[in-house]
């Protein structure tokens, strides 16, 4: 029992000609002890000592020598590290000083990672020793009790056990063994290599090593690491220096299921074949950041147990003599551990989608850790009524016990199926709290009751439970109030979002609302103010007949059915209706909806199919008073355009229109650049004065559009309303926007098949379903390249009945009006020539409309109230067939 | 020869601000064959000054001068009336001349134009590399005449670190391992043994570690006429 | 006239220009010659600027076809320092131009002036100068 005749532990176990295993501990960028003692029980008893960085990669951590001192509280003895990089001689001895009157008993002298690598690359490097004056320094200590600058030690000095890094990777590789021995010149008793990977250069190595006798010299242990994923090797691969992971271990990750089981595998491996070299006293497994791996590396291996663990025995504390642990001892039943390999069941599938990136893989597997720790702890309390700590199981992810393999004598603390509950209720709260962490809370939410049938009174599940049941309610809430505010009830969406803030005072998205709802508030008072003095709406204005030219006889009354007209002709002859339909668009609330789209044949070709839906007209409304209209569409609407709301509420109620139109003109860049206040203003008027169905038509601007548009839909609230147009330029943020509130988008693309598809190709893609667009083709009037239009439009509509195209089986929207206007022959003065010069505006308007009808237009934006009458009875007589 | 760089023109901008006079003194010594501190660059230097001030409609007034050196007292001596004619100096010599010129001439308000940065050699033109640190113990002897203190990222004595890969150090790809090279370097002339020596831990003091250096030659101090 | 001052400092073998070719450029042009490009200095460049030029024009060989072998090219890495300390000092580097103009071609030396203007075009507001 007495080691008296040995410096620490770890010196025992390899002079003693066991064959080692150490591990790493890293400690925490943080003071909290805790995590160092849980890492260290998590390896306790499958390790002989545990090395703990200093600082590594020149990061700062907690010290090495402070986590030791926790480490070797836990029942682990310690390998401290020490640095040239952060102290100079003096330091250095004060600190080891210390370490020694703690009880740290190991040493491992390194120079340290330069600070360039670390998160304070302006530090000053000290680098006054090097790890080799390091090593030769701590040895005259500890063999002549001297100080560096010669001076005796009286009294008692330092007495580690000396360690040293070799990295055989690095170059030049024939002076890496000379260095090795100024190592164990300088006092290095063991060594710890840098992690092999690259086995054949390893065994030149220690060829070398052999030959020239340092075998006899040191003890060597070889870096191992388990590589976690296939980021991590490739990250070794190319970006640590001195690491050399060969192709085919990148190969069998990349090509693994489970990269994990894959990286204990190899580590296995290694171990093995390092095994058999001569002069390997040991292995060093460095798991970064994956300290749970090493047990089971350690047992696969054929390590476990651990050689004389016995002697080990925890550093008791004694400020706090309660928290010392008990003493891993030959009853507590290790052996329970289970052999078999970890068949990754209910959390693998949970947690392999964290394990996407490898950083956040390995906090959320820490967390996990944690989580079956708490969950262990929790079962053994309700199962034992609060057992003492020291009995706690070393958890092991997801693998079910072998029970056949328990020695049956041993009376166990925890039977089997206690255990194997235990195990299934851990993986459950894992899985519950990576779907919680995904956002999907019902699923988390069922898991988490699972739990509870298991064990009804888990603590983790039943707060978790409460939590996102808390979590659910506040969302619905939410969903509520924005719900009611876009449908203008203030009263309700400010009690909803009032209550969302009792349950989470922070809620940022509840504070938003009720800030929106004081706007609204505000906004509102304003504008009933100024529509108080309701603006007389002025009596319809007769237009004049245009039947002088244009002869519209009743369709309808003429129409003979087509069977009756081809008797005798077989049907399949004349009829070929379309393979697919055109995607029915719905714009508006309630009755005054209206749906565009819906035929499987060409306009008006009723013999052969259907047109679920007529074509629609929509009128449109300014949000400036327009200033080049003709004199004979002006004086319809003159008593109006200072407000858009009783313009669109003439335009209902004394034209009949179906549909408004609002065209923000205003704010186009090279007109007016009116800002995104005014159009949310004007929309939100018309939006207050009318009930039909509303689109939403910026100026044609691709940047300014997008913020008009959100601003406009930041006050419309969620209303299936139209806006547009879209371009390939934003349709990125116009189709979030849109989805974002419910929006149908207009896909604007300049009078070509292949654009019109490829945007709503690109609409698709950013989430836009095709039943939410509508295609505006870029349209030109009568004299203006209507003919081009008509044929782009058929083409187009052809493609999609008849052609299977699926990107282009969404309806037109036509804006005839804004194109028939501005033509210069609308707005010529009467004459003899020409004629009158309203009847030929409206006979252009009304031409162009018919003919694009023709062409498939779905959805017609007008303007001369004649001109919509005239066409909306020809679509009438037309649909009556 | 000392490398130095001219300071950003902002930073002299804003030493100067207070003053409309302004002396520009150059040295034709180290800073003028690293072409930071010379005649050339006084040129430069005084007109990116005025033509900023200018803008800024604060005109500047300069006086352009080099000196044949800075770091000797009897160069100096044209400060003394210079005091006269400007508000302030600004040296484009090394930390040396400008600190010996504050020593001499305490009334004279004088400020850096360059950043002293390291002892390099000028291994082709428009390039510097940093050869020697000065550490006041020199063991190049040992190490094939290649300094491990001023061209080791750790200024390692036991070198080469885990670090050296390929020849390159780990600090950046492109700065040789210079512990490589020496190994190289020992290995063809049959003198490896003396990289297989642990080098002991090294003195610092004369690096400067002691306080502020000084050489003295009695002999010659004794036909000093100086001061 | 727009009251700007466009300064040339060019190379002998690159200028044959007179003022009446220059004339359509509403600025006020000075020629500066030198025996060669190559010769031309940051601080030549830097004082053209103080004495009131809003633009400098750096006219050299065409690459390969410098007398002095390469006083074009070594003229162009003096504009780029130029351009470096106008950056520092808060002025807008397009203000010095470098051309590359085949021998006593009047056309391509009037083309880069011409240029050199329109630059000043971009980066000066309407009717400001430095003065």
């Known amino acids: 029992m007495s080691n008296e005749r040995y410096r620490s532990h770890l010196e025992r176990v390899l002079r003693e000609g066991h064959f080692a295993v150490t591990c790493e501990i890293g400690p925490p960028k943080s003071a909290d002890g805790e995590v160092v003692r849980k890492k260290a029980r998590l390896i306790r008893g499958f390790v002989d000592a545990a090395n703990i960085t200093d600082c590594q990669t020149a990061i700062v951590r907690m010290s090495s020598i402070a986590s030791g001192v926790l480490v070797q509280q836990e029942g682990v003895e310690a390998v401290i590290q020490m640095t040239c990089r952060d102290r100079n001689r003096i330091g250095i001895q004060a600190d080891l000083l210390g370490a020694a009157a703690l009880g740290l008993k190991n040493l491992l002298c390194l120079t340290g990672d330069h600070q360039k690598f670390g998160n304070h690359p302006e530090a000053k490097g000290v680098f006054d020793l090097d790890s080799i004056q390091l090593l030769d320094m701590v040895r005259r200590m500890r063999d002549e009790k001297k100080f560096q600058c010669g001076e005796e030690i009286k009294g008692k000095s330092v007495e580690f056990f000396l360690g040293a890094a070799a990295n055989p990777f690095a170059d030049p590789f024939e002076f890496r063994v000379q260095r090795l021995a100024k190592k164990v010149a300088a006092g290095a008793q063991f060594i710890q290599t840098q992690i092999v990977y690259n086995l054949e250069r390893f065994r030149k190595f220690m060829e070398m090593a052999h030959d020239m006798g340092l075998t006899e010299k040191v003890y060597i242990l070889a870096g191992i690491t388990p590589p976690k994923s296939f980021g991590m090797a490739r990250y070794m691969k190319y970006f640590v220096p001195g690491l050399d992971v060969p192709d085919e271990i990148l190969k069998r990750l990349k090509d693994a299921k489970d990269k994990r089981e894959e990286g204990i595998k190899i580590a296995v491996e290694i171990i093995e074949q390092v095994r058999e070299i001569p002069g390997i006293a040991g292995v060093h497994i460095m798991a970064i950041e994956w300290e749970e791996a090493v047990p089971e590396i350690v047992k696969r291996a054929g390590l476990h147990p651990r050689p004389l663990a016995e002697e080990v025995k925890p550093v008791e504390v004694r400020p706090v003599p309660e928290a010392a642990p008990e003493i891993i001892s030959e009853e507590r039943p290790i052996e329970e551990v289970p052999e078999a390999p970890p068949k990754v069941e209910v959390p693998a599938e949970a947690l392999k989608e964290i394990f996407s990136s490898l950083r956040s893989s390995m906090e959320a597997l820490r967390d996990g850790i944690n989580l079956l720790h708490e969950g262990l702890a929790s079962l053994e309390k309700a199962l034992l009524g609060g057992a003492p700590k020291g009995i706690e199981a070393v958890p092991e992810l997801g693998a079910p016990p072998k029970v056949e393999e328990r020695p049956p004598e041993e009376a166990p603390l925890v039977t089997p199926e206690e255990e194997e509950q235990a195990r299934k209720v851990a993986d459950l709260l894992s899985a519950a709290k990576a779907a919680r962490e995904a956002g999907e809370l019902e699923k988390a939410s069922s898991i988490y009751k699972q739990v509870l049938e298991l064990e009804a009174e888990n603590e983790i599940a039943k707060s978790a439970l409460a939590e996102i049941e808390k979590e659910l309610l506040i969302e619905d809430l939410l969903k509520k109030a924005q719900q009611k505010l876009g449908e203008g009830d203030l009263d309700e969406a400010e009690a909803a979002f009032k209550k969302v803030l009792e349950l989470s005072p922070q809620k940022s998205e509840a504070e938003k609302g009720l800030e929106k709802i004081a706007q609204l508030r505000a906004a509102h008072k304003e504008a009933e103010e100024e529509v108080k003095p309701e603006a007389p709406v002025k009596e319809r204005l007769e237009a004049p007949e245009v039947a002088d030219i244009l002869v519209f006889p009743e369709v309808a009354s003429e129409y003979r059915d087509i069977s009756e007209r081809a008797a005798g002709i077989p049907e399949d002859i004349y009829k070929e209706p379309g393979t697919a339909y055109i995607r029915e668009v719905t714009v508006g609330e309630g009755e005054k909806a209206i749906t565009i789209g819906g035929t499987n044949v060409l306009p008006f070709h009723l013999f052969e199919g259907e047109m679920k839906n007529p074509p629609h007209v929509a009128m449109e409304v300014l949000d400036v008073k327009p200033e080049d209209w003709p004199e004979a569409l002006a004086k319809y609407f003159d008593d109006v355009f200072d407000d858009p709301g009783s313009w669109a509420k003439k335009c209902v109620e004394v034209y009949g229109a179906e549909a408004i139109n609002i065209y923000l003109l205003g704010t186009d860049p090279n007109f007016l650049n009116l800002g995104p206040d005014h159009a949310a203003k004007v929309v939100e008027k018309v939006a207050k004065a009318v009930d039909v169905p509303l689109v939403i038509w910026g100026s044609g601007s691709p940047e300014k559009d997008v913020d008009i548009l959100r601003e406009v839909a930041n006050v419309l609230g969620s209303k299936n309303v139209m806006i547009g147009p879209v371009v390939d330029a934003n349709h990125r943020a116009l189709g979030a926007t849109a989805m974002g509130y419910g929006y149908s988008l207009i896909a604007s693309s300049p009078i070509d098949v292949n654009l019109a598809k490829q945007l709503n190709i690109l609409l698709e893609n950013v989430g836009v379903p095709l039943d939410k667009i509508a295609m505006d083709p870029s349209v030109g009037a009568l004299g203006y390249g209507l003919e081009y239009t008509y044929s782009v439009m058929e083409r187009i509509r052809l493609a999609a009945l008849y052609a299977q195209d699926e990107k282009l089986q969404v309806p037109f929207v036509i804006n005839v009006g804004r194109e028939v206007w501005k033509t210069k022959e609308a707005g010529l003065p009467s004459d003899e020539m020409l004629g009158e010069q309203e009847i030929r505006g409206i006979a252009l308007e009304a031409i162009t409309a018919l003919a694009l009808l023709l062409a498939g237009g779905d959805f017609l934006i007008m303007r001369h109230p004649k001109a919509i009458e005239v066409t909306k009875k020809v679509i009438k007589g037309l649909m009556a067939q | ?227 | ?131």
């Open chain 2, 1 to 227: 020869m000392i490398i130095a760089e001219r300071k950003p023109l902002a930073r002299i901008l804003q030493m100067i601000a207070p003053f409309e006079r302004v002396a520009i003194i150059g040295c034709r010594g180290c800073v003028a064959i690293c072409s930071a501190g010379g005649d050339r660059e006084v040129e430069i230097l005084a007109a990116a000054l005025r033509l900023a001030r200018k803008r800024a409609g604060r005109p500047l007034q300069t006086i352009e001068e080099t000196f044949v050196r800075q770091c000797d007292p009897e160069y100096l001596t044209p400060l003394e009336s210079l005091k006269e004619k400007v508000e302030a100096v600004v040296s484009l010599a090394c930390g040396v001349g400008v600190n010996l010129a504050a020593d001499l001439y305490p009334d004279l308000k004088i400020y850096p134009g360059v950043d002293t940065s390291f002892y390099g050699a000028n291994p082709s033109l428009g390039q510097w590399e940093e050869k020697c640190r000065g550490c006041g113990d020199c063991i190049i002897d040992m190490t094939g005449g290649l300094c491990p203190i001023a061209r080791c990222a750790k200024n390692l004595l036991n070198g080469p670190c885990g670090g050296s890969q390929g020849g390159k150090c780990e600090i950046r790809p492109d700065v040789p391992c210079v512990w490589h090279l020496i190994y190289e370097r020992l290995k063809k002339r049959g003198e490896l043994e003396k990289l297989t020596q642990i080098w002991p831990a090294k003195d610092w003091t004369p690096a400067g570690h002691g306080g502020p250096r000084e050489r003295v030659r009695p002999d010659l101090q004794f036909n000093n006429n100086k001061k």
């Open chain 3, 1 to 131: 006239m727009s009251g700007w001052k466009i300064t040339i400092l060019c190379c002998h073998y690159t200028n044959e220009a007179m003022a009446e070719d220059l004339a359509d450029i509403p600025a006020k042009i000075e020629i500066k010659s030198f025996p060669c490009s190559g010769r031309i200095e940051v601080s030549d460049i830097l004082k053209a600027l103080e004495a009131e030029a809003e633009a400098v024009l750096v006219a050299g060989c065409e690459k390969g076809s410098c007398h002095n072998r390469s006083g074009s090219m070594r003229a162009e890495k003096r504009v780029e320092a130029a351009r470096k300390i106008l950056e520092e000092i808060g002025m807008e580097p397009e203000r010095v131009q470098m051309a590359f103009i085949p021998r006593l071609d009047t056309g391509a030396f009037v083309a880069a002036a011409k240029k050199t203007f329109e630059k000043l075009l971009d980066i000066l507001p309407k009717g400001e100068t430095t003065s």
